[in-house]
């Protein structure tokens, strides 16, 4: 599974509130969980289930140190979540957009998704 910026908060979600799903690898590419709750409404209003690890095969959080705070301070949750995660991290790729990456290719997803 891989999820990229709210897509990302939705499947950490989605997996907290479905302890029966067991998946393979999930990759979050910049995952957004509105960690003020200001632009989402209740829809991230959850717990994050810290015993989701144990129904995934890896979780890998691909980070860039020049994305907003509201993403850091997500991933951050995740980590203190699920210490186990593994976290991926980029310099200047911003919110992992063509605009942020100045580019269209993404190879480094690609390889992790090939692991």
Same mark, same amino acid.
């Given at each position: 599974?891989?999820?990229?910026?709210?897509?990302?908060?939705?499947?950490?979600?989605?997996?907290?509130?479905?302890?029966? !799903?067991?998946?393979?690898?999930?990759?979050?590419? /910049?995952?957004?969980?509105?960690?003020? =709750?200001?632009?989402?409404?209740?829809?991230?209003?959850?717990?994050?289930?810290?015993?989701?690890?144990?129904? !995934?095969?890896?979780?890998?959080?691909?980070?860039?140190?020049?994305?907003?705070?509201?993403?850091?301070?997500?991933?951050?949750?995740?980590?203190?979540?699920?210490?186990? /995660?593994?976290? !991926?991290?980029? =310099?200047?790729?911003?919110?992992?957009? =063509?605009?942020?990456?100045?580019?269209?290719?993404?190879?480094?997803?690609?390889?992790?998704?090939?692991?």
């Amino acid at each position: 599974i891989v999820g990229h910026s709210c897509g990302g908060g939705f499947w950490i979600r989605y997996l907290s509130e479905h302890p029966d !799903v067991k998946v393979g690898k999930v990759i979050l590419v /910049a995952p957004w969980l509105d960690p003020a =709750h200001a632009r989402s409404g209740s829809f991230f209003k959850f717990e994050i289930d810290k015993k989701l690890i144990e129904r !995934v095969k890896e979780l890998v959080i691909f980070n860039s140190d020049d994305d907003e705070e509201d993403i850091q301070t997500s991933v951050e949750m995740i980590k203190s979540a699920i210490p186990t /995660a593994r976290i !991926v991290e980029f =310099h200047k790729m911003g919110h992992f957009t =063509h605009k942020d990456m100045q580019k269209a290719e993404f190879p480094e997803l690609l390889e992790e998704l090939m692991k």
